[in-house]
């Protein structure tokens, strides 16, 4: 009965977690920004499949307890029978718990397929994203949120991405952390798995010494790694490994950086046969973690984001550690489906393509979510219907320009200035395009934003800093060269021929004018006319 009550008591947490988090999701959702289309998880919706699953799970316990109830019996008959000692009863007992965990881990992965199901087997399978009746949504909240309580990676990245975003609920960087932190300690042996040959160490540290005496900083760093970790050929000494780390790091060796910054990480609280290993130096375990991680070494981003999460050796920050691990999720196993993505496109089943590259933008991944956008932009796609498609991928571009897609902020100034998918804004569309020219530096917002002051669309003429943009876009990029020119070519045009109009319109108004015709003075001069013209008349008329 105790088993039970454990098994039971994380579903209704979530349940209870879940309509708590709908109610207030309701209440945050007038407030949002930048959201194209959203639907929260309402308590009513979960209520409405509240039932039917505790339905299924109650019948599923009660079988599962008469299935227990007989196999007990059974073994205590054959306990009676072969006189089977105590400790082979605690051995089973053990067996039926771990049976039992991972009964419950796969209940989770199988309810997270069926959240994939729900979004896939409709014309709606996009509603995770807001389109697509509100039911949807709500399914794949809740199918979400039970394969992460099974175990579901997917399911945690997902949830994760959610939380960090505010997609469909309140957002929640601590919450965003905790997905992510599972994730990456159930993943870690995709992420450093080894493939290749039978490991030999004697014949690999032969090797690794001849190249290193060649100059490889590969091998001196994998001849480090060798003693850091220790084995029969090297026996753990973190003095050599120090040195070998150490000599790596001076070539800009990713491996060894990362080498020495474990080394001043742990200190002398490592364990070590000969040397007495190094002291702890947090500032610089985050200097030598952090250099490696500029070329993308896992294991020291790992590393960065577990001390920006704790806060060891910098100031905590939950955002900064988030997003680190979220780079390290993305190296997961799991990223080969861009690759079927990939071929499925190239071999023309754009549907199956945008389901998986769909997949892949749920769970966080920017260059997903542009490639969905870009085929459903392209409307070749046959599982949405045609209107829907320009929202979609506008919501998609603008997920993907929050993680710093400038190419995707672009788009975004682009639907908003022809109209795809949302109103016509000129004012909006200038903004986006403002941020990717400052922001990014983008050559084609450069370009677009130059055109919009040249005309005055959505912001005030200025023909001067149109000049101005059109010379940076062609400073930025070499392909703007020929647009710019062209551009500049209309523009000097059209201002020369203004100026020729105005000149000679200003010129016969000029001419008009009695102080340019005449002089400053020219009353003086039409008073001595009329004085004059009198004269004459008086002197014709006494004739």
Not at 184 to 196: D, E, F, N, T, Y
Not at 315 to 320: A, G, I, L, P, Q
Request: charged share 20%; net charge positive; hydrophobic share 40%.
């Amino acid at each position: 009965m105790a088993d039970e009550v454990k098994f039971q008591s994380p579903i209704r947490l979530t349940f209870e977690a879940l309509v708590v988090q709908s109610i207030r999701a309701e209440k945050h959702n007038k407030r949002q920004k930048e959201r194209n289309v959203t639907t929260q998880v309402s308590a009513n919706e979960i209520k409405q499949y509240l039932p039917h699953t505790l339905e299924q799970r109650t019948s599923s316990n009660v079988i599962n307890k008469r299935e227990n109830l007989l196999e007990k019996k059974k073994n205590q008959r054959k306990i009676r029978i072969k006189g089977i000692q105590n400790k082979d009863i605690l051995r089973n007992k053990n067996h039926l718990q771990k049976q039992a965990e991972k009964n419950f881990t796969d209940e989770g992965d199988q309810l997270f397929k069926m959240g994939i199901k729900v979004l896939q087997q409709s014309k709606r399978f996009l509603s995770s994203y807001g389109i697509g009746m509100e039911y949807d949504q709500a399914k794949a909240l809740i199918y979400y949120t039970f394969g992460s309580a099974g175990g579901s990676i997917m399911s945690q990245m997902i949830l994760g991405y959610r939380y960090l975003s505010g997609i469909n609920v309140l957002q929640n960087c601590e919450v965003a952390l905790s997905y992510y932190k599972k994730v990456v300690s159930l993943g870690q042996l995709h992420l450093i798995g080894r493939k290749g040959l039978d490991q030999d160490y004697h014949k690999a540290l032969h090797y690794f010494l001849k190249a290193a005496k060649a100059g490889s900083a590969n091998a001196m760093a994998f001849i480090g790694k060798m003693y850091l970790e220790g084995n029969t050929a090297t026996p753990q000494n973190n003095a050599t490994a120090f040195k070998y780390f150490s000599m790596a790091a001076s070539k800009g060796n990713a491996i060894g950086l990362h080498g020495l910054g474990l080394l001043y990480f742990y200190g002398k609280g490592v364990p070590v046969v000969t040397g007495s290993g190094i002291w702890k130096d947090y500032k610089l375990a985050f200097k030598y973690f952090y250099l490696a991680s500029q070329s993308g070494q896992p294991l020291a981003i790992y590393y960065l984001a577990e001390m920006y999460a704790t806060g060891t050796g910098v100031v905590r920050s939950c955002r900064t550690a988030v997003e680190l691990y979220k780079g390290v999720c993305e190296l997961g196993h799991w990223a080969e489906k861009f690759l079927t993505a990939y071929f499925a496109y190239k071999d023309g089943d754009i549907d199956s393509s945008l389901v998986q590259y769909a997949l892949l933008a749920e769970m966080g991944y920017e260059v997903a979510q542009s490639n969905s956008a870009f085929i459903l932009e392209s409307k070749k796609a046959n599982i949405l219907e045609k209107e829907k498609m320009y929202p979609m991928a506008l919501l998609l571009w603008n997920r993907a320009a929050i993680q710093g897609n400038a190419f995707a902020r672009v788009k975004i100034g682009d639907y908003h200035y022809y109209g795809y998918g949302t109103k016509k804004d000129y004012q909006t569309a200038a903004t986006h395009y403002s941020i990717a020219a400052n922001k990014y530096h983008n050559a084609q917002a450069m370009f677009n934003l130059a055109y919009m002051y040249e005309h005055g669309l959505g912001i005030a003429k200025d023909i001067h800093l149109a000049r101005r943009l059109y010379d940076m876009a062609a400073q930025t990029s070499p392909d703007a060269y020929i647009p710019v020119f062209l551009a500049l070519m209309k523009l000097e045009t059209m201002h020369l021929l203004r100026d020729i109009l105005f000149f000679n319109f200003t010129m016969r108004w000029n001419w008009l004018k009695p102080d340019n015709t005449v002089g400053p003075h020219w009353d003086l001069f039409v008073i001595g006319l009329i004085v004059a013209g009198l004269i004459l008349l008086l002197r014709n008329h006494r004739g």
